[in-house]
Antibody, heavy 118, light 106 residues
Framework: EVQLVQSGAEVKKPGESLKISCKGSENSFTTHWIAWVRQMPGKGLEWMGIKYPAESRARYSPSFQGQVTMSADKSINTAYLQWTSLKASDTAMYFC???????????WGQGTLVTVSS | SYVLTQPPSVAVSPGQTASISCSGEKLGEKYACWYQQRPGQSPILIIYQDDQRPSGIPERFSGSNSGNTATLTISETQTMDEATYYCQAWDSTTGVFGTGTEVTVL
């Protein structure tokens, strides 16, 4: 079983940068793909992108291409989601998620709430 | 981009059957998954590969997928099944979620 533990809630101002993290159990990122999912307040789930273990770059959903950067450090079993210039519309809960044994998400982090407000 | 459409809400009486649809172009040619999300919690996988249940998911949850529609069926619905349900499929190498259906048990 894979455990995913995400970093804590963040409060930022528009224009600031941010990097949130998702730490997995041992070797989880060498055997599982990692996805990031956004959930805006009161809204549904949105697939942001996915990082496959054998690929160096993440694949982004069209709405998120160029807006965020996903990365991972397999040596410390940690995935990251980062913004260079936050907007108020980035206010949301962000989940990391993992899968690999079948086409579905088996494991979810607890979510990181990002609030962007002036 | 690929779109999956679900009804916004479904109401069901305790002990009755609830059916939730998920529509997308040629969805039957892809694998569909279903997730349950209770308020304030992370989603959990309840159906994968159209009709497979992960370990620990009650048998009253079942799935099917054909044509342009995948369906989640909850038999003998219990109050604990009140939640929002999302379908999910793959568009090439990235995932797509459905719009979500809130199930109310009353």
């Amino acid at each position: 079983e894979v455990q995913l533990v995400q970093s804590g809630a963040e409060v930022k101002k528009p224009g600031e940068s941010l990097k949130i993290s998702c730490k997995g159990s041992e070797n989880s990122f060498t055997t599982h793909w990692i996805a990031w999912v956004r959930q805006m307040p009161g809204k549904g789930l949105e697939w942001m992108g996915i990082k496959y273990p054998a690929e160096s770059r993440a694949r982004y959903s069209p709405s998120f291409q160029g807006q965020v950067t996903m990365s991972a450090d397999k040596s410390i079993n940690t995935a990251y989601l980062q913004w260079t210039s936050l907007k108020a519309s980035d206010t949301a809960m962000y989940f990391c998620a993992a899968g690999g044994s079948h086409p579905g998400i088996d494991y979810w982090g607890q979510g990181t709430l990002v609030t962007v407000s002036s | 981009s690929y779109v999956l459409t679900q009804p916004p809400s479904v109401a069901v009486s305790p002990g009755q059957t609830a059916s939730i649809s998920c529509s997308g172009e040629k969805l039957g040619e892809k694998y569909a998954c279903w997730y349950q999300q209770r308020p304030g919690q992370s989603p959990i996988l309840i159906i994968y590969q159209d009709d497979q249940r992960p370990s620990g998911i009650p048998e009253r949850f079942s799935g099917s997928n054909s044509g342009n529609t995948a369906t989640l069926t909850i038999s003998e619905t219990q109050t604990m099944d009140e939640a929002t349900y999302y379908c999910q499929a793959w568009d090439s190498t990235t995932g797509v979620f459905g719009t979500g259906t809130e199930v109310t048990v009353l």
